[in-house]
């Protein structure tokens, strides 16, 4: 190992320059990742085998072109250290971090190669040397070594976008050659059709990038300040931090930045900072990590009260509404650009720019993103069509940002093409596994079954001792959870959850688990489903089935008999066979004493002969109900809330046909398993936080902000209701008592406001909070983790692993520190609201398509009652409980009409609107009144994109 120094000049806050000397380390047994070297160690990522050559992009390739190095086709791809620096230093976190899951990702054929830290293959950067020259030279001479390194039997082609630095090199040594990335595609990947039309996209979108900034004289935009000034701004308290949230309704008009500290937590402040426009915005995008400077209270303003937005129309403030903290964004600390669905405009909006490109202004797919600049040489063939975009810079003097084509996705309309808009929305990837992530799975065939081991000596074997039985939705494939109850020969109850062992299959930093660790969830869609773990595990060697033998990892308690009081608990590792696997409806029955489906369901008919067995099923359900009546009801004195939410199943014909919409009914069986599974959550939280303090993975719900109430408690007061919301129990005691005889929607409602008004749950690592913030505002407990559910959760496996190192002493073998743990919590946070997000979408998705090719005004289906929850200035809000959904119904239009009714007839006709706080007043000619109320039922007519008054 050799010794050298680096000399680095930083920048203090107040943009002084600093010499600091870092000591540098050269080793000689760095590993190449070449599957043809016999000197480096093989382990981790390999290159393949059968590559004729290996390619290299410098710096500027790999910040410019890396969604075309994503091509899985590409194959042979070394990416330097010195060049993944760069992309780190220059593009942000987003995209180094989306390389650095490239590289990790089996699927790609490329290696990480830590050249600064080879001793041959690194160079010094020379006295009065540019960043960008010394850059060029160390990855070139790093290509030598490498194709020295490998015996010179594979030639190694770096790729550059810059003519003078192929002109140097390209005849120096011999079996490396530098080329023109275009030169390159061109000549080594002719079929890779869709490779180079992105290639051509991302050039001609930097050629005129620069072409503007040349051109451009005025500013559309202020400058932002620069980092150092904004980092210093937020310590003094002169500017605030927050991520830039747009109002998806009003999305010209509102946007507001939720404040942070400087940890990222949310401070005290009690409101968010509103941003009123586009201006001040400041080319901020949704989602931005920005800094806000507050302006004076003589500029704040309302929020907006309208249901349509019109920037020109200053009477769209609500004069009801508060004025409340307004700001402009002065600067932005972190891009979160992402890919981005659009649509192309029409043909006569296009603006030709030369022969054959042409500047386009897209729309994205999603309202809160502002219209995007490209070109493309294919506006009019993508008219129709879903397209992805992404955005590339938004310079001062542009009113738009600029961005690229990636590539088509379909059809607007088509099912797969609004599916996979959604999926690029959310940024979920749907790739295969790989071929190496299905290597490491066992095998299950009838050739060759699985079945449990013996060795496996050192867990508890329930099989002949215990009735164990699963409850789940109709058709579920991927059972994580099964229940057990037994009467002790001590008199006492044992109350038993196993749950799938997913950690004797998917071993720590294995291919599996990482792969499991960046999907981080399984993504259930209206349709289909996208499974985190191979199917051979999330629908079969995982999955509790009925009548064949599992692992599992239980939790079983002994409950007093009479009181259901909690005496012992047991954590283990055990073998089961589930005897039943039951659905929620089948169950129900049996609970209500209906036989019926012992004659319908083939795994029950057995039981009609057999008592005995019938009668200890029977008696286990109904036993189970009992003790998790007892258990919700001691939540329920600590103040558990009962909240509300409507979820909507989509009943599919043939051919992905959707014969109807149904909601789902909610059945006391939901609560029983409910109930045991926050139980065994909430005691194995206890466990591992008992046993691993500083870096336990556990599940927070803050309490709510107070003004999120606002609306509710407007509501309620309609009804001569009284919410009190100072704490979770006075609340749940409110809406036990805001209940309507006359109507039930009332308290549905209510309930719905005050789940709205809830912040996000989110795991979090124990060691980065003070225990005192561990509470679970809406179960009521004051520790509470995920484990119930590893086939579909990443999280329930870190938790799995943290209980069986618990209960085995401690072991902290694998387990990840307090730092890492956060940032892997983090992840996780992102991905469950993507794929809570990608569910209510896809379900959109479906409402929409139901009503697309049906008639409004004659098609039963269409002609819907509907509830009044929210008075706006110029209509009303509706939640239609037949379909579970809600929606804006205008009482007055764009050109100032307002709706009159006639009988079941209505029209547009001069007049005016007048809203109060629980109701809206239309008057038109001769004085005619017509009100609304809250909570007034209506009947409105459903299309595909709107509600209207019937």
């Not at 010499?19 to 540098?24: D, G, K, L, M, P």
């Not at 194995?684 to 709510?704: D, G, N, T, Y």
Request: aromatic share 8%; with cysteine.
């Amino acid at each position: 190992m050799l010794k050298t120094e680096r000399i680095l000049h930083l920048k203090t806050q107040r943009g002084r320059t600093l010499r600091a000397v870092r000591e540098h380390y050269l080793r000689d047994d760095v590993s190449c990742g070449s599957a043809l070297c016999r000197t480096c160690a093989r382990d981790g990522k390999l290159l393949s085998e059968d590559l004729t050559h290996y390619v290299v992009p410098d710096c500027q390739v790999l910040q410019d072109y890396q969604e075309v190095l994503e091509f899985t086709e590409l194959r042979g791809i070394i990416f330097m250290q010195t060049a993944c620096q760069a992309v780190q230093h220059q593009r942000g976190r987003r995209q180094y971090k989306k390389l650095r899951s490239m590289i990790r990702d089996a699927r790609h054929d490329c290696v990480f190669f830590p050249n600064e830290f080879q001793h041959y293959a690194y160079l010094p950067r020379e006295m009065g040397e540019s960043v960008e020259d010394w850059q060029t030279r160390c990855i070139y001479n790093s290509c030598v070594w490498y194709y020295q390194h490998c015996y010179a039997t594979v030639p190694v082609i770096m790729v550059t976008e810059k003519e003078d630095v192929i002109r140097r090199y390209s005849n120096e040594t011999e079996g490396v050659y530098v080329l023109s990335f275009k030169n390159y595609l061109e000549t080594f990947w002719p079929d890779l059709k869709g490779a180079r039309e992105l290639y051509e996209s991302v050039r001609q979108t930097l050629y005129e990038r620069e072409s503007d900034s040349r051109e451009s004289n005025g500013k559309e935009y202020q400058e932002h300040l620069p980092l150092e000034v904004l980092e210093a701004g937020i310590k003094s308290g002169r500017y605030k931090q927050g991520v830039l949230s747009v109002n998806k309704h009003r999305s010209q008009l509102e946007a507001f930045v939720r404040l942070q500290g400087l940890a990222g937590k949310n401070t005290d402040l009690q409101s968010d900072v509103l941003i009123h426009g586009t201006k001040a915005r400041n080319r901020a995008i949704h989602g931005d990590v920005v800094a806000v400077e507050i302006l004076p209270k003589s500029d704040w303003r309302g929020r907006i009260g309208a249901l349509c937005e019109n920037e020109a129309d200053e009477r769209a403030v609500d004069t009801q509404s508060e004025v409340m903290m307004t700001g402009r964004v002065v600067g932005v600390l972190q891009r979160n650009w992402r890919d981005y669905v659009v649509t192309f405009p029409s043909k006569e909006e296009t603006q030709t720019q030369g022969k054959n490109a042409q500047k386009v202004l897209v729309t994205p797919w999603d309202y809160r993103i502002p219209k995007i600049r490209i070109s493309t040489q294919q506006a009019e063939t993508l008219q129709d069509y879903r397209v992805v975009v992404r955005i590339d810079s938004w310079e001062s003097h542009s009113l738009y940002p600029n961005g690229h084509f990636v590539r088509a996705l379909g059809r607007i309309g088509d099912l797969e093409a609004e599916i996979a808009a959604i999926l690029v929305e959310n940024s979920i990837s749907t790739n295969p596994f790989s071929e190496a992530q299905l290597a490491e799975m066992p095998t299950n065939t009838p050739e060759n079954p699985w079945q449990v081991s013996l060795e496996e000596c050192n867990r508890r074997d329930l099989r002949e001792t215990h009735l164990v039985f699963s409850i789940d939705p109709k058709g579920c494939e991927d059972v994580d959870d099964t229940l057990s109850i037994r009467t002790l020969k001590s008199g006492h109850l044992e109350l038993g959850v196993h749950i799938a062992d997913v950690t004797h299959f998917v071993k720590p930093n294995s291919y599996t688990d990482i792969e499991a660790k960046a999907r981080a969830t399984t993504y259930y869609l209206a349709d289909r489903r996208f499974d985190m773990l191979p199917h051979i595990l999330s629908a079969d060697l995982c999955s509790l089935l009925g009548g064949v033998d599992r692992y599992a990892v239980s939790v079983m308690w002994e409950l007093d008999s009479t009181t259901y009081e909690i005496r012992r608990v047991w954590y283990g590792r055990t073998i089961i066979r589930s005897s039943y696997k039951l659905s929620y409806e089948v169950a129900q029955q049996l609970l209500d004493g209906d036989l019926e489906p012992l004659s319908t369901e083939a795994e029950l008919q057995p039981l009609i002969q057999d008592s005995v067995q019938r009668d200890r099923l029977l008696w286990a359900i109904r036993k189970l109900t009992e003790v998790a009546q007892a258990v919700r009801s001691r939540r329920d004195m600590h103040g558990a809330l009962e909240l509300e939410g409507v979820e909507i199943r989509v009943q599919l014909g043939e051919g992905h046909s959707i014969d109807d919409l149904v909601p789902k009914q909610p059945l006391q069986v939901h609560e029983t398993i409910a109930e045991c599974m926050i139980m065994a959550n909430h005691w194995v939280a206890k466990k591992i936080w008992e046993s691993f303090p500083q870096q336990a993975l556990l599940r927070l719900h803050p309490p709510p902000r107070q003004e999120f109430f606002k609306e509710l408690k407007e509501c309620a007061h309609a009804k001569e209701f009284s919410i009190d919301t100072r704490t979770n129990k006075t609340l749940a005691d409110s809406l036990d008592k805001a209940i309507d005889p006359s109507d039930p929607l009332v308290n549905r409602l209510l309930r719905a406001m005050a789940t709205q008004a809830m912040s996000n749950a989110q795991y979090f690592s124990t060691g980065s909070y003070t225990e005192d913030e561990f509470c679970h505002y809406g179960l009521a407990l004051d520790k509470y983790t995920h484990f119930t559910s590893p086939i579909r959760r990443y999280a329930d496996i870190i938790v799995h692993r943290l209980l069986l190192a618990a209960i085995s002493n401690g072991t902290k073998e694998h387990l990840l520190g307090n730092k890492d743990l956060e940032e892997l919590c983090r992840h996780i946070n992102n991905r469950n609201r993507a794929a809570q997000h990608c569910q209510k979408q896809s379900t959109e998705l479906f409402q929409c398509m139901f009503f697309r090719d049906k008639d409004p005004d004659s098609d039963q289906r269409c002609i819907c009652d509907a509830i009044i929850y929210s008075i706006r200035t110029n209509g009303v809000l509706l939640f239609i409980p037949r379909y579970g959904i809600k929606g804006p119904a205008y009482l007055k239009n764009t050109e100032g009409l307002v709706l009159s009714f006639s009988g079941h007839c209505s029209k547009w006709i001069a007049g005016s609107l007048h809203r109060l706080s629980d109701r809206i007043t239309l008057i038109t000619e001769g004085a005619k009144e017509t009100s609304f109320c809250l909570f007034d039922h209506v009947t409105v007519s459903k299309s595909k994109s709107k509600l209207l008054f019937h």
